[in-house]
């Protein structure tokens, strides 16, 4: 069973750095993409990141560009995102997603709830 | 940037037929996805490339794309449909989402 385990949300202040974890197992991690999407409280879904499965190719958000850096241990089985210069508005459940063949997202974690308030 | 417009929601009378659509320029050119998300959860792949169906999912859901306009069916809708949908296409490197529809089964 595909399972995707994210960890490390928590309160910070702006400006304050954060780095989320995303626990793989059930597939095999180092074959695929992976794409951080988060979700601000009452509101739609927004991509945040993507990481090819060789990390290769690493794309972002303008809303986050400059400021977060995605990475993965594919020997660890986790993806990561660091976070650094917090605002409020990166308030939000962040998801680790698994994606395959047109870049659909096959499997979501149960997301980790980052909040940024001073 | 490329830009997917969803209603923001759309009832339908229970049993019957619920379409969702999204909106896009030349849309029918890309693969659309399709997801569920009910409250507190996690969203779920329910339609992906336009018109395949994950594992798991109803034969009630379905899709289609053309044109400018990609839209999700729900047949035989049912009280458990109840969610946001969220389309979503890739474009120039990024993954794009559309608003959300809140589905309401009456």
């Known amino acids: 069973e595909v399972q995707l385990v994210e960890s490390g949300g928590a309160l910070v202040k702006p400006g304050e750095s954060l780095r989320l974890s995303c626990a793989a197992s059930g597939f095999t991690f180092s074959t695929y993409s992976m794409n951080w999407v988060r979700q601000a409280p009452g509101k739609g879904l927004e991509w945040v990141s993507f990481i090819t499965s060789s990390s290769r190719y690493l794309y972002f958000a303008d809303s986050v560009k400059g400021r977060f850096i995605v990475s993965r241990d594919n020997a660890r089985n986790s993806l990561y995102l660091q976070m650094n210069s917090l605002r409020v508005e990166d308030t939000a459940v962040y998801y680790c997603?698994?994606?395959?063949?047109?870049?659909?997202?096959?499997?979501w974690g149960q997301g980790t709830l980052v909040t940024v308030s001073s | 940037s490329y830009e997917l417009t969803q209603p923001l929601s759309v009832s339908v009378a229970l049993g019957q037929t619920a379409r969702i659509t999204c909106g896009g320029n030349n849309i029918g050119s890309k693969n659309v996805h399709w997801y569920q998300q009910k409250p507190g959860q996690a969203p779920v792949l329910v339609i992906y490339?336009?018109?395949n169906r994950p594992s798991g999912i109803p034969e009630r859901f379905s899709g289609s794309n053309s044109g400018n306009t990609a839209t999700l069916t729900i047949s035989r809708a049912q009280v458990g449909d109840e969610a946001d949908y969220y389309c979503?296409?890739?474009?120039?490197?990024?993954?794009?989402f559309g608003g959300g529809t809140k589905l309401t089964v009456l």
């Open positions: 979503q296409v890739w474009d120039s490197s990024t993954v794009v």
């Open positions: 490339r336009d018109t």
């Open positions: 997603a698994r994606a395959q063949g047109e870049l659909e997202l096959l499997n």
